[in-house]
């Protein structure tokens, strides 16, 4: 009886650490690592527990005043007088999972990254929930973002652990690394280079004086050396190290991820005993489908496949990879500076993306279909976000969770076929991508305001007819 209750407790603690500090993935691209230039963001959003993703299309809204947002902890939030139009990705119930584009291309995302800091210091219950949305709300590039969100974590103090927040526009990719309480720093991904993060801090050294590539709180380096994470001077200060928790940065399922991705882009193989640098350079230019095959990872063809290619059964149930059993949505956002926002896609995938198609979500889209969505409205999500969790009948998220379980029983005599279709289908997409935007194109010049209905049309068609 006392070895069953020790073996229950190891058990609950590993899935509790697992779902709440080995969730999301992601990969950023610089614009001039990518074959068309354009600046690329790949993730996966991993979360334990019954879940729904809801989409919603959020209107610009002009106010006269600063409009006043109550935000989960009772604080008040004042946005400026005009925010703007965005695409929400809702995980209902859920703080730290949603994901935003807006109407200028500006995306967001984000990975946990536990931190050492133990004491909270906030004003009016701090600032998690909200962080990320006011941000988008309200930057027109990620620059901007960065130092929204910094400005924002030093006035309310944040709430969770630890993160990374991933932000990209067309011209640039940042990371913007939080810690418990006012202290951040922010670094971005060089132009022809390539960063990937899991679960863990990569942001290593910094210069502070290099406001082309760095941002941060000023005494980033005191308070470390404060509460006794870092004793040397200013030069070798290394953030991951001194801010990251020892369990997450030497966590194999972190690590394993990290070179996994590392491995299959960049131009210098590294060994697991290596220490990976925050970005690098590509042994090719990176294209869409490259990304696609990183966020559908399980480590094929390398030693770390514990599935021992599919033999000892799904690669979710043996390991845990890069797509995971957890995962719940997956995408690439393709930010070009070439061509309108609006026709700017964000490649999307529902459920483990090794099962299903990434097809392209426009930015300039008006409305999502109704079996996408709980709401009507977006009012009404934002107002109910944090209710006990709730997924209505006929929800389309359901047919791809059904799909993919189904998948999962056989999976490797499933997966065979199903990679078949995929090829298929996103060959035909990206074959087609050219011709379909320069239509779109010709029918936004005359007449922008129709735009929002012919995504609308492309979108409702494909997510619905990549199952059959």
């Not at 973002?145 to 944040?158: F, N």
């Not at 942001?203 to 005191?222: A, E, F, M, P, Q």
């Not at 049309?457 to 007819?465: A, P, Q, R, S």
Request: charged residues 25%.
């Amino acid at each position: 009886m006392k070895i069953i209750t020790t073996v229950a407790v190891f058990i609950f603690f590993f899935q509790v650490f697992s779902q709440d500090n080995h969730n999301c993935f992601t990969v950023l691209a610089g614009k001039y690592a990518t074959d068309d230039e354009s600046v690329m963001l790949a993730h996966n959003e991993d979360d334990g527990g019954r879940q729904t993703v809801n989409l919603y299309k959020v209107p610009r809204v002009v106010k006269k005043d600063s409009i006043k947002i109550k935000m989960k902890n009772g604080g008040i939030l004042s946005l400026s007088p005009t925010t703007f139009a965005m695409i929400w990705l809702e995980m209902p119930g859920m703080e730290f999972s949603d994901s935003y584009q807006n109407e200028y291309g500006v995306t967001i995302v984000s990975d946990a990254c536990p931190s050492k800091e133990d004491q909270a210091d906030v004003t009016y219950g701090g600032i998690g929930y909200w962080l990320r949305r006011a941000i988008v709300l309200q930057a027109k590039t990620s620059r901007q973002a960065v130092k929204i969100g910094g400005r924002l974590i030093e006035k309310y103090g944040y709430t969770s652990s630890g993160r990374t927040y991933c932000i990209a526009d067309k011209n640039e990719a940042w990371m913007l690394a939080v810690v418990k309480g006012r202290h951040w720093v922010a670094q971005r991904v060089p132009d022809d280079q390539v960063a990937v993060i899991p679960n863990y801090y990569t942001i290593g050294k910094i210069d502070l004086k290099d406001t082309l590539n760095y941002y941060g709180s000023k005494d980033i380096i005191d308070y470390a050396r404060k509460r006794h994470w870092y004793e040397g001077n200013d030069k070798d200060f290394n953030f991951r190290l001194a801010y990251g928790t020892q369990q997450s940065l030497e966590h194999p399922v972190n690590i394993e991820r990290h070179l996994d991705a590392v491995n299959r882009l960049s131009d210098t193989k590294y060994a697991l005993t290596d220490t990976l640098p925050f970005s690098f350079y590509t042994k090719d230019l990176i294209k869409l489908p490259d990304l696609f095959g990183i966020l559908r990872s399980h480590f094929e063809g390398t030693s770390l496949d514990k599935s021992q290619a599919y033999t000892l059964g799904s690669p979710h149930k043996t390991q845990r990879a890069i797509c995971a059993q957890t995962t719940r949505y997956a995408f690439v956002a393709q930010l070009r500076a070439d061509i309108p926002d609006v026709l700017n896609p964000v490649w999307i995938s529902f459920a483990q993306p090794c099962t299903h198609t990434f097809v392209p979500l426009y930015n300039g889209i008006g409305y999502f279909p109704e079996d996408l969505r709980n709401f009507t409205d977006y009012q009404s999500a934002l107002q109910h976000h944090f209710d006990k969790f709730k997924r209505k009948k006929h929800h389309l998220f359901t047919e791809f969770e059904k799909d993919a379980r189904k998948i999962d029983k056989k999976y490797a005599v499933r997966i065979k076929k199903r990679q078949k279709r995929i090829a298929r289908q996103e060959k035909a997409l990206l074959v087609n991508q050219k011709y379909a935007e320069e239509k779109l194109y010709d029918k936004y010049r005359i007449n922008k305001e129709i735009i929002g209905e012919e995504l609308n049309e492309y979108f409702d068609y494909l997510i619905h007819h990549i199952l059959e």
